[in-house]
């Protein structure tokens, strides 16, 4: 891919502890959202593949998608999450969007069709911090509740 990615960062403090705010954002499947959304828009036949990606085991995980572009060029497209200790007894969910492309021309088609897969990245980060936030406080508030990890759909 093209090294002149384009990125966009979100953040959001967390009340829960790191290891279970990490464990609420395993266990949101949170594709599925996007997913809907492509094929609510019609567009969803751009998406060449796309997975589930591990960086740093219990700290940093992500979501990576591949995107046809105009011209028979690539955008590569890639969520990634990463949790921190606050300092406290908190925690800080930052989600970081990145896209980048195969060539120049593919990155001037990227970049012309960034007000809309920009939004709709932007998007999908807000809504993940959400749905991790809200899955973190109903964990850390009942200690018995067990989570199988990417098996949860949440609805936001």
Not at 31 to 41: C, D, I, P, T, Y
Not at 80 to 89: L, Q, S
Not at 98 to 103: I, L, V
């Amino acid at each position: 891919m093209n090294s002149s990615a384009i990125a966009s960062n979100f953040h959001k403090p967390i009340a829960a502890s790191p290891h279970t705010t990490y464990a609420a954002l395993t266990s949101l499947e949170s594709s599925r959202w996007l997913n809907r959304a492509l094929e609510a828009l019609g567009i969803d036949d751009r998406v060449i593949g796309s997975q589930r990606i591990e960086l740093a085991p219990r700290r940093t995980a992500g979501y990576v998608m591949f995107w046809r572009l105009a011209g028979g060029g690539r955008a590569e497209i890639t969520w990634t999450a990463t949790v921190t200790g606050d300092g406290d007894e908190g925690s800080m969910l930052s989600i970081s969007v990145k896209a980048s492309a195969d060539d120049p021309a593919s990155h001037e088609h990227l970049l012309a069709a960034w007000p809309l897969i920009g939004r709709m990245g932007g998007l999908h980060a807000r809504r993940t911090l959400a749905a991790v936030a809200e899955l973190a406080d109903q964990l850390e508030a009942d200690d018995n509740m067990v989570v199988p990890p990417a098996t949860l759909l949440a609805v936001g």
